[in-house]
């Protein structure tokens, strides 16, 4: 048997080499391109918001009038996006339970859009039936909102601005369920920009660290 050399140099790895993320179907591009589009929904947020405090009603209010198209492509866009931040965090941060909430904020933000067209004028003309559905249609967005926030937050070593995000969920959440509080605009205005704009910053981190593991 050859005698060991107590002087030789140790074979182990004296550092351990970074886990490799695997991410079948995302590439850095495709993940800076989300990027970009929330930014551009982070700026048509902005927009809306101003169109709110000088015009009145809520974010997703008066988005069909007069064929806003600009409006209903800034809900949209951010409806896509979301759907592709779900699929993003089921696959990076394992986090399971996200399906429900998103398409329910999913369908509850087309609903806002639908109802201020049609409904928006009538029910505050007088207190009447048509009052309580449009004001139940901000406490049931609310709801899927702030649950959104809180299944985001039980993702396990997700990005810091992936938490911030939820934690903005929540606060957006409990604001419409309030409907007044929503109201309250620069809060309201500043729990919608800090969750579209920690969307960008997950997006971005992801695409540098799916970069950093080709």
């Given at each position: 048997m050859e005698p060991s050399?107590?002087?030789?140099?140790?074979?182990?790895a004296l550092v351990d080499e970074p886990s490799r993320i695997s991410l079948p179907g995302w590439t850095s591009t495709y993940l800076r391109v989300?990027?970009?589009?929330?930014?551009a929904f982070l700026i048509g947020t902005l927009v809306l918001a101003l169109r709110v405090i000088f015009i009145g009603g809520s974010r997703e209010a008066a988005l069909l009038r007069e064929g806003d198209v600009f409006g209903v492509t800034v809900v949209l866009l951010?409806?896509?996006?979301l759907l592709r931040l779900k699929r993003f965090a089921e696959q990076r941060f394992k986090v399971n339970g996200l399906g429900a909430p998103v398409w329910l904020v999913i369908i509850f933000s087309l609903s806002m859009v639908a109802s201020d067209a049609f409904l928006r004028d009538a029910a505050f003309a007088a207190l009447s039936w048509l009052t309580f559905i449009y004001v139940g249609m901000f406490v049931l967005l609310g709801g899927a909102i702030l649950w959104l926030g809180i299944r985001m937050l039980r993702a396990r070593n997700a990005y810091p601005a992936f938490k911030f995000m939820a934690w903005m969920n929540i606060v957006?959440?409990?604001?419409?369920?309030?409907?007044?509080?929503?109201?309250?605009?620069p809060i309201a205005v500043l729990a919608a920009l800090g969750s579209t704009l920690?969307?960008?910053?997950v997006f971005f981190r992801a695409a540098a660290e799916v970069q950093a593991a080709n």
């Amino acid at each position: 048997m050859e005698p060991s050399n107590p002087y030789a140099v140790s074979q182990a790895a004296l550092v351990d080499e970074p886990s490799r993320i695997s991410l079948p179907g995302w590439t850095s591009t495709y993940l800076r391109v989300l990027g970009g589009l929330s930014l551009a929904f982070l700026i048509g947020t902005l927009v809306l918001a101003l169109r709110v405090i000088f015009i009145g009603g809520s974010r997703e209010a008066a988005l069909l009038r007069e064929g806003d198209v600009f409006g209903v492509t800034v809900v949209l866009l951010g409806c896509y996006l979301l759907l592709r931040l779900k699929r993003f965090a089921e696959q990076r941060f394992k986090v399971n339970g996200l399906g429900a909430p998103v398409w329910l904020v999913i369908i509850f933000s087309l609903s806002m859009v639908a109802s201020d067209a049609f409904l928006r004028d009538a029910a505050f003309a007088a207190l009447s039936w048509l009052t309580f559905i449009y004001v139940g249609m901000f406490v049931l967005l609310g709801g899927a909102i702030l649950w959104l926030g809180i299944r985001m937050l039980r993702a396990r070593n997700a990005y810091p601005a992936f938490k911030f995000m939820a934690w903005m969920n929540i606060v957006s959440g409990v604001m419409h369920m309030s409907v007044v509080l929503v109201l309250v605009l620069p809060i309201a205005v500043l729990a919608a920009l800090g969750s579209t704009l920690a969307m960008m910053l997950v997006f971005f981190r992801a695409a540098a660290e799916v970069q950093a593991a080709n």
